[in-house]
């Protein structure tokens, strides 16, 4: 695996992708097939109990696991995830969340892989994605 | 399998859980076992591409199945997703999404089903979950 | 959806392709987009407690998909698996299982359903498995 | 997370509950939360083309993350498979199969992980799982 993309070109793809949600997320370290993000939390991802709602933590995995896949194929923005297998592990706190992602295998077709996501300052994971995009033709 | 809350104790209760999204949910029919609700799209949940974005889909799959699980064990908010498979089919339309929910196992301390959800107007599924729910004890 | 191989053909195609495991199974229908097989469980396949083990539920929903994927395909044996979710349900019985299919979705490059399976003769499904199989191309 | 068996008394515990299979598997290395081991292949596990099964996958991941999680709540053979999804990435040779598990959480009623399988002297492996399984009450 070879990385096609810098972590500031990452950024600007995901300010113009996702515009709606881009300013919540952060790259902490990006390598060949892996990365790791920090995702701000605010009131709209809360739940009752001062915990973080399953489809926040379901986004994190998702725009991880996306830019992991863009880093390595370059800038297609039509790579749709095909399937996300999520187990809920731990209640997160009200904390940021943290992921980090691997890719398992980058083919011409599809790209798979998992993240696990952290609520920061704590060790044990509060959930773990698998995930599979399809990549498009040139 | 018994229905144990009618269509109008869950959506109040719906509306006391999920406060900052349950105006965007409506039941549309409710049985032992199943159930199908209706999600209103909002800009918020649109991508670029005028299509509604996957942590939208996967949060009517989580909406769904939890109150298809409540219905059968009454209203016990601890119930927690464990688990959730989701496979993305087609590109939505930037319609209203519709989901038909069934309960596949209610078990002591798991309940167990699926989801198929459509853009509405369209007969083929844009995306099927499989979902797991812990049941609190007594 | 339309049915590219009879029930026949399929037959023919399982004893050429899975020699070792195609006597233990049988298509007890078939259409476009659905089929329902039913396994013979021998020896091999129980586990102590008068059950049968969990590959074996695995191996039925994995032929199961395949065949409805190649029904509408045609004879494609590079299709494999990419991923399969499986939630087990009940504990079955020694009896033979029943499977049944649907697709969910027959696209260019990939094929999406789901089964469910039954011990023979109880109504309630002791497993529940999706599936996504990779379509190689002509 | 605390070892409650070791490896000798893991590998009495499997040739008593999976008698028909238990010759096939040999653990690798064991520490509380991991587990690595071996399974032969021979030709009831081989399909046409000179690869493994997918069933046999499946099988090699179960038999792994059941260890891993005995080996941290004593031999409680009533803790069963409630949920698999497993991703195959490459054809594996057919060569010996090998496993890594992870533990992500254990819990009184769950334990979570994953189990990422390689054919024996290639780094890249060929399919991961991702597993829950249910442990019962004393």
Redesign the interface.
Known sequence: MKLLMSKIEIEQFLKK??P?VSQSFKILALDAGSISMLMNITN?HL??GGTVS???M??LA?VSFYLATLSLIGPK?LT????????????PSEDSLISETRV??IGK??S?G?V?IYSKGNK??VA?A?L?Y?IPKD
């Open positions: 992708e996702f709606q709209e739940r009752p399953g489809p926040t379901f986004l998702d923005s749709v995830t095909t399937n996300c297998s999520i187990n809920f592990l731990r209640k398992l295998k077709t599809l798979v998992d696990l044990k994971p773990h698998s599979t399809a």
